[in-house]
């Protein structure tokens, strides 16, 4: 049995691109704030944020 580790922050950065490419920004945003959870700096986090704008979790 082979343990599956959990995507990096790079991975989800990653789908959220290519989903906005795909002109899927609703799940760009979500696949982007899933990588705000990861551990980041809050810098990073506004830089990701305002990215991939529209996600459902923000607070305003």
Known sequence: MTLR????REDYLA???EERNAGNPGLAS???EEA???AN???????VASDFPGGL???G
């Open 5 to 8: 580790s959990r995507p990096t």
């Open 30 to 32: 979500l696949l982007a």
């Open 41 to 47: 700096s809050p810098a990073e986090n506004a830089r």
């Open 15 to 17: 789908a959220a691109q």
């Open 36 to 38: 705000e959870y990861c």
């Open 57 to 59: 979790r923000r607070e």
